[in-house]
Every structure is written in C-alpha cells, then in structure tokens.
C-alpha cells in the first residue's frame, strides 16, 4: 500500500503548488504579465511572516493575518508605481523590469536575513496527524491542501459573483472598452497584484511552516507555479490546481523511485502534458 | 541618375576600420599586457559574446529567453566529455559545444516555440533547469559535484608550448593568452557575423518581424522560419562560448555551468544597460558592467541587488539603454543596418 501513500502525499504537495501558483494565475488571467520575481515575492512573504512570528511572539497564522494587509498595499504599489509603467503592447520592458525585482529582491534578502535556513515555527501542528485508513495524513499538508482549495473557491466566486470581479472580467477581456464603462485599468490592475499577494501571503505561510527556506529558493517555487498554470490551461483557477497537484504527484512518484529524480519528474510531466495538450489541460475558452 | 538601396554611412566605414585596428591590436595585446590583463579582457570578451547572441534572441527575434544558461552548461560539458571521454584536445573539443549548443536547441524549441511572449520566457527557464537536473546524473563527468580537465590534457593542449615560447611565458600564462585569442576570434566572429546576417534580407526580415509580426507576415515573412534560424544560431554561439569559458577554468559543476545569474542574469543586464536592439549596445553594455564589477563586487549582494534595481530604472526611465541616449543626441550608428535610398544627386535620410 506504498502507493497509496505515496498518491496521497503527491496530492497534499500538489495543493501548496497550487497556492504557489494562484497568484500568477490571478495576475496573467487579468493584465497578462508574467511576474518574473514570483517566487521571491513569496519568500519574500515567508520572511516578513517569520518576523512578526519573532518579534511579536504570536502564532503563525495570527502572523500571516497581520502580513497579509501589507503584503496587500506592497504589491498594489509595486503594481502603480512601476509594472503600470511597463505595460503595454511590447512584452519585454516587465518581462525585464521583473526580472531586475527578482535579482534584487534575492540579494536583498541575503544581505539582510543571510543565507541560512530558516523556518516558521508552529507548535504542536508540526507533528499533529490523523489516520486516513491506510495512510496517515500529517495535519500541516492536509491543512494546506484544504487552504488551496479555499483560496481558489473564494478567488473564483470574487471572479463572478462581485462588481470587483466583473471589472477584472472586463478589464481582462477589453481594457479600452472597460475604460470606457468607467473603469480604471490601472487601478483594477493595482488591486488585482494586491489580491495576487494576499495569495502569495497564504502559500508562503505554508512554505515556511512545511520546510525550511532561505532567499535562493524562489526562483525554483516560480517554476513550479508556472507549470501548474500551464498544465492547468491560462486563466482557470480550478485549472491551476490541477495542474499543481500533477506537479506534485510527479515529483512525490519520482522521489519514490529515486531521491534525486524529484524535481526531475515533476519538470517532465509538465513538458509531457505541453506536448500532448500545448494550451493545458482546462484552457477558458476564450483567450 | 541611378538610385540604390544602401546601408553604408560615413560614420559606420570609420567604425569599420577603428575595429579593424582595435582587432589588431588585441591581437598584439599578449605581447606587451600582464596575465591579470588578459584574463580580464578574456571576461570581457566571453560575456560580450554571450550578450551579442542574447540580444540576437530577445532584441532582433524578440525571443526573451531566460535559459540561455542551458547552452552555456551543455556546451561547456560536451568539451569536458570531448576531453575526458573521448581523449580530444581541448580547443577542437571547443566546437563540440557549439554543436551540443545546436543539438540541445532543436527539441528546446519545440517545447518552447508552443509558447507565446512571456511564458516562453519560462519555459526557457524549465529547460535550462530540465538540463541541469539531467546533466548532474552523468555520473561519468563528476555527477552533481562536477570535475576538472585532467592535467595532461591541459598541459599537452595544442598550441600552448609554442605560445610559452613565443612570448617565453609559463605554461598556466600561455593557456590564457591561447584563451584570450580564442575569446577574441568568437566575439569578433559574432559582432562581424550578426552585423553581416542584420544586412542581409534575414536581418530586414527580422526586424520587420520584431516591428509588426502582423504586417510582416503580409509581405510574405515566415516568421516561424526566422525565429527557429535565429535561435539555433544563439544557441550554436552560447555552446562555443560556454565551452571556452570552461576550457579556461578547467573545473566544471553542474551549479556553475547552468548559472541563471553568471550566464543570463548578468547577460540581460550587459544588453538592457547598453541598449537592446542594436550592436553598439552589447559592447558598451558589458564595459560597463565590468568597471561596475571591478568597483563595487566586492560588496556581494549589495552589488547584485543594485545591478537589478539599475536594471529596472533603466527599463523605466531610459528603455532603450545608454546607446540609446548617444544614439539620439548625436545620430551616431556605428553599426548601421537602416536601408537609405541614395539617388544619384540628393540622398535621403531615412530611419
């Protein structure tokens, strides 16, 4: 029954790279930017969660409450202040600009909290487990995965059930013609790397409690991400997590047969599926 | 009164010579400059090669790739195999790499070209790291924790007894110098090279392509068939340049060769800062970055992080890089490849 478990356990990482992914989902479906400095920004996350956890001695999740409306008005002002600047016809000028965020956000965080591992502490839920018939279930990864599926649930109902989502639907689908119904791109724009960040905020919780991590590790948790939004098929959240978990069961199989496949099998499942199905698994219709 | 298309300008005849006379020079260079000398201008050249290539990709093919890395790495280990599995000589084994280069870049492109704009940008990424990860399996070659050339194959590598003795050198000295003027020959055969394929039909084709994919498509461009030549060619040059850089460390790992910072940060930062787009932009780009490393990389990820913040106020402020600013102040194209047409008495300016 090795299998079961090892299903299983490819399942509950597949939703952690699901919450990686949501917030590039988010910010592709709408203003179509790809967010080079992803990752980062979600270790970036993992480590303001770490400081309140230290210097205010509060729990973890109390913590990520408290990130999360930072981390918020962090990414609508990098949205207004620089990537708003960069948009446009031409892919490159935020291809680049976010690149350079990449590179110096990374070094920023080495200098400032060093190169060792870190992680964030969160008590008795570190051990905690519950018996799920044959396998036993870690209560961290079961946790994360419900998480994920939250998250894409409440994303997916602000999507089409609120006035905010119907901007982002026209904004997305039209900004020239959205503009003209009284609606600001740019703001909708601002607000929507805001919510992106929130996201990021949630999946860095888990990152940091799950694992260590130190500044190097976010260029590998964009790939992840970015191969879950293209398994998954641009602009489907539900989409995204599938995707995520396909990740994650490759990598979780791969480990299974040897260590040092890990990460291997999960970048091969994704050029498979590319192969097989170049626009992902669920694309929207419309695209 | 006959009139012709032409791209010859004043300005780019006296560049041609000037770099005529500069090449020369390098050339001579060995005679009379130290060995910390040639080693920096070795640097300097390797990364002019890789950006020129870069800027081919993202600024005439407007392919951004960020896994340029991968052909770096497979290039340089195809001359370690070359060396130490076949018994090659080091520099013949150089061409090997561009050939892995080349080989890697068919099934790259594949994958990738299923890809539009910016999520190219990644998956050119997931291929450098799909290499890597593969690469650190190839357990003949040192596996994860790489291996360096045999000592017998870098002290019998050809020609370096006779540059030992023409410039009576040891032999580590006479190694560099060899690697120098190869560094010297590649970026000169590429800047030559990329200048010459920008003045052909391709290079009009490119950069209408890069203009108006739409409209040149029209005109009937086949815009698939330029992007594949113009990635196989990057990809051929990166694996030559990859090879030569590690026949001079003669220590190779999978984490080094596969860098994303040595290889295509650094290179993305030589382009932007010098101007994406044109020639002149590379080499003004990477004479920056290396007084700005010489300066300031002593301080480590300060220096880092202020290259990315560079790189972003430049991208915000001055997009097309300081050639850019030159280039519109003075109207100066050392490299020109705009068609003017000249009739015989009037000549008509034209961008």
Redesign the interface.
Known sequence: MIWVNTVVQGLMLGGLYALFATGLSLVFGIMRLVNLAHGDLIVFAAFAILVIVEVLGLDPFVSALLAAPLLFAAGWALQRLVLNRVLGRDILPPLLVTFGLSVALQNGMLEVFSADSRRIRSGALESASVALGPVTLGMLPLLTFASAVAAIFLLNRIFYATALGRAFRATSDDPVTASLMGINPRSVFAIATGLAMVTVTLAALYLGMRANFDPSIGPARLIYAFEAVIIGGLGSLWGTLAGGIIIGLAQTAGAAVNPEWQILAGHLAFLVVLLVRPRGLFPRAFD | MGARVTVATRAGRAAGIAALALLALGLALPAFAGRAMIQDLFFILTMLTLAQFWNLL?GYG?L?S?GQQAFVGIGAYAMFAGVILAGWDPVPAILLGGLAGLALAVPAAW?AF??Q???F???T??LA??TR??V??WKALGG?TGTSLPREATSDMAFVAAIGRLFSVREAAARDILAYWLALALAAATVGGIYALLRTRHGLALAAVRDNTEAAKAVGVDAVRLKWLVYLIAAFGTGLAGALVYVQKARISPDAAFS??DWT?YV??IV?IGG?GTIEGPILGVLVFFALQSAFADY?????????????AI??FA?RGLWGLIADRTGLHLFPVRRRLETGHATTRGD
């Open positions: 993202a407007g951004v960020v994958f299923r890809l704009g910016a999520y940008a990644i998956a990424w997931v790291e799909v990860l593969s650190a399996q994860g994303v910072t940060a993305i930062f932007v994406i480590g990820s300060w220096y880092l992080m202020a290259l990315g913040l560079i790189g972003i991208m915000l997009p």
